[in-house]
């Protein structure tokens, strides 16, 4: 069974740092890609970053370019999100998702940044 956990939200205050993790567990494939999404409460769920472990390739919309970072530790099957500069406006569940035929999504992390 594919399992994607992630972890790593909190309540911080605005201009603070977080890093969220995404551990993969039961998927067979070395390639792929994972992206992490954020859904804000009456929002649509929006795309926050992404990035292939075939050759570590970034993509980020222009809404958190320079602020967000997201990275890859093979060794523990990890995908991590470094958020940093928070802001109110980023308070939202965050999830990660291995699209494909089949999408896999985590059970999502609350992120809540008080002003």
């Known amino acids: 069974e594919v399992q994607l956990q992630a972890s790593g939200g909190g309540l911080v205050q605005a201009g603070d740092s977080l890093r969220l993790s995404c551990t993969v567990s039961?998927?067979?494939?070395?390639?792929?890609?994972i992206g992490w999404f954020r859904q804000a409460p009456g929002k649509e769920r929006e795309w926050m970053a992404c990035?292939?472990?075939?050759?570590?390739?970034?993509y980020y919309p222009d809404s958190v370019k320079g602020r967000f970072t997201i990275s890859n530790d093979s060794s523990k099957n990890t995908v991590y999100l470094q958020m940093n500069s928070l802001k109110p406006e980023d308070t939202a569940v965050y999830y990660c998702?291995?699209?494909?035929?089949?999408?896999?999504w985590g059970q999502g992390t609350q992120v809540t940044v008080s002003s």
């Open positions: 990035i292939s472990t075939v050759d570590g390739s970034t």
């Open positions: 039961g998927f067979f494939f070395d390639n792929y890609a």
């Open positions: 998702k291995i699209p494909g035929p089949r999408d896999y």
